[in-house]
DNA sequence: GATAGTACTATACTAAAGTATAGTAAGTGC
DNA sequence: GCACTTACTATACTTTAGTATAGTACTATC
């Protein structure tokens, strides 16, 4: 094996820097998740526990902050009777499609995997 | 603002299973960068550290052994003397390249974003 | 013989993520 | 007046992620 070079080394933290960067705002089960949801319009908080099966109230509440915070989603408060409360993307969230099409493809693509790799499995226990 | 449609929901999870597949694989902060580093070629465990800044030999040794688990990464013993152990892609997870290069960009993007953000306040605060 | 490197594991801990359940203050519909 | 909806918050808890530090068994090198 050849030994990594200086010149291989800054290439890779100069990849690693701007995906760490993503990961940073991004970690967790449910932020993507919520900005799927929220690419089909603005939403209410009900209708987005709704799309994204599983999430507590209470999770929903503290992420939909923290997207908030970070300039990803907006929320809107409307001052009818009663009150509706919004959320919807921001122009700089929408640039995410690109990252949620890679994701979306590569679950595609693995889950293909996985049932070839049981079925390759069956079909060795057979002999 | 217009009723969420049966329709849009089920588009919505047509998109939503398949990234939740890879969130399940990929979440955390370090089994990207791990796979980033190891695009460069076949790695040793030391290697790999001195890649990924601030992870601990502990959080590395699991992660590697998940990520081999899920058939993303190959463990190899040369027996030479001493022994050598590296690491290496699979073919599979060759195919994240995509994914990372979405975050990779969206990084950049985001990066951009706050600096610029920061800049107008500063100006904001001139007044 | 001392020091350093390799590839880890062990132990103990903190912090963050996530879950479960309940409650509230407002209004709607019957 | 009662059940129901909306948009949450509060409290308490468990689980997972991640950190810090040390140790081991081996070899290599000075």
């Known amino acids: 094996m050849k030994k990594t070079t200086e010149e291989e080394h800054s290439q890779c933290t100069s990849i690693l820097r701007p995906v760490r960067d993503s990961l940073d705002v991004l970690n967790g089960k449910w932020k993507l998740p919520i ?5 089909f319009g603005e939403k209410r908080f009900t209708d987005i526990t709704k799309d994204v099966h599983g999430i507590t109230d209470r999770m929903l509440s503290k992420e939909l902050r923290d997207l908030e915070m970070n300039g990803l989603v907006v929320r809107k408060i ?12 921001t122009p700089h969230s929408k640039t995410l499609r ?7 493809n590569w679950g595609l693509l693995h889950r293909k995997k996985l049932n070839q790799d049981c079925k390759e499995r069956k079909v060795v226990s057979k002999k």
């Open 35 to 39: 900005i799927v949801s929220l690419t």
């Open 78 to 89: 409307q001052d009818t009777y009663p009150v509706k409360v919004t959320y919807s993307l």
């Open 98 to 104: 690109t990252v949620i099409d890679a994701l979306r």
